[in-house]
Structures are given as C-alpha cells and as structure tokens.
C-alpha cells in the first residue's frame, strides 16, 4: 500500500488513514493500561501443549464477549485465531487484534458467510491451529452461549477451555455485553477451567445438553475467577499486616 492510500480510500476521504491510526490508538491505550493492572492466572497450565509450535489438534478456549480485553494481552502473540465479522467494526478489531498476533477468520452473522467461517475454522482446528471464541458474540443474548462452539469441537474431537476475567475494579460500558474494563491499578485474575469434551456426532437434543454445558462452565469459571480475587486481596492484607495467610 502506497503512503497516499492511507489518506484516501475510493468513495470515502481520510478513511484509510482512520483505519491505520484507530487501532494503533487503541493498542497504545491498551498497552498503557495493562502496565497499570496486576493480573493473576490460575488453570493455564492445563493450555500450554496447545501453545507449542505445531499440536496434533488446536483447542477452543471460550469466554463471554465482555471479557476479552486482559487475555487479548497475555495470550497475545501465542498465534491464537480469532473469527472477526466482515463488518467495517470487525474490520477495525480484527487490524486492532492483529497488532497483537492473533490472526483472523473472517465471518458474519449472516447465514452463509457464518456457514463458510466455521468450516475453515473446522479445517484449522484439525491442522493444529487453536482458537478463542465468544459463544455469545457477535450480538447476544449476554451471556447465552450459542451451539456454534459445541459444533466445533464435537466435528474437530477438541476440547473447549472456559476462561473467565474478574476485576477488583472496573467499568462496565452500556454496551449490549457490558463490556469490562479494568481501572488503572485494580487487581485482575484470569481463571481457565477444565476442559470439555464434547463427543462425535451429536444430536440437535445432544448438542442442546451441551451448549448449557458450556454455559454452566464458563459461569462456573468467573465463580472461581471472583473466590481467587478474594483470597489474593486477603493473603495481600494479612501480609501488610505481618500475619500469615491460612493454608
């Protein structure tokens, strides 16, 4: 691309150049705020053969869409895809995403172009890729997991890791998620639940079975997420107070 294309796109003038500098303002804004946070993991252990160069299969690691912007961080650059709408948002998400590595599989919430997003996910999969996915992303219901996760991993015999994100502090948007962002210097804590297991050949009542599954887990996992934010702020405060944190 040409210099002059970032200034001027066909039809609409200084969108190209928005599109190169909106990301690269967010990622610097991002970056700043993750400086600020202290972020505590437990459960990823459990991920790591599926961090190495080339698994035999790739796994789904599954959270709830307000939840994705700490992991976007500390998995970043571990060449985890991501399937991002061909919209001119998911456009500007995906080249945000990017500029952490995590690459993008282009989808929509329309029929067919969701159908053609899913089977190269499918392939990926297969091939050793892994993924993070937002089962009710792109739109909702909050919170409500959709069966396309389920699909996946049944069709690829992979499993799906619930992650849940909790922050001391944090605002939540008035978005249809409530997107979380944590404030400046608040503590944060990543929980990565066991693993699921969907089998082959599910039946619509089978998958059904699973989806709650899925959704039970991932609820499950922000309860863990919230008990170890808890007992980490009250190890830190015995400590400041120079006693001794229970077993």
């Not at 693993?195 to 991932?218: D, F, G, I, Q, Y």
Request: aromatic share 10%.
């Amino acid at each position: 691309m040409q210099f002059r294309d970032y200034f001027w796109t066909q039809g609409e003038p200084w969108r190209g150049l928005r599109s190169y500098l909106f990301p690269r303002l967010l990622r610097l804004l991002h970056s700043a705020l993750m400086c600020t946070v202290r972020i505590t993991t437990t459960g990823f252990p459990q991920f790591v053969p599926y961090l190495v160069d080339k698994p035999e299969v790739g796994a789904l690691f599954v959270l709830w869409h307000d939840h994705t912007l700490v992991p976007l961080h500390i998995l970043r650059r571990r060449n985890i895809g991501v399937m991002m709408s061909t919209s001119r948002a998911g456009q500007m998400q995906a080249a945000f995403w990017g500029l952490y590595g995590w690459p993008a599989v282009w989808g929509s919430t329309k029929k067919r172009e969701g159908i053609r997003a899913l089977r190269q996910v499918l392939t990926l999969l297969k091939d050793g890729q892994s993924f993070g996915l937002t089962p009710d992303g792109p739109k909702g219901p909050r919170h409500h997991a959709q069966p396309g996760v389920v699909f996946l991993a049944s069709k690829a015999a992979t499993p799906i890791f619930p992650l849940a994100v909790v922050a001391s502090d944090c605002w939540q948007l008035s978005t249809w998620d409530r997107y979380l962002i944590p404030k400046p210097f608040s503590r944060v804590h990543l929980h990565l639940g066991p693993p699921l297991h969907p089998p082959e050949n599910l039946s619509r009542e089978e998958t059904e079975v699973w989806r709650l599954k899925v959704e039970t887990a991932l609820n499950e996992a922000g309860d863990t997420a919230r008990r170890e934010l808890s007992q980490g702020a009250m190890k830190g405060n015995l400590a400041a107070a120079g006693g001794t944190a229970p077993a």
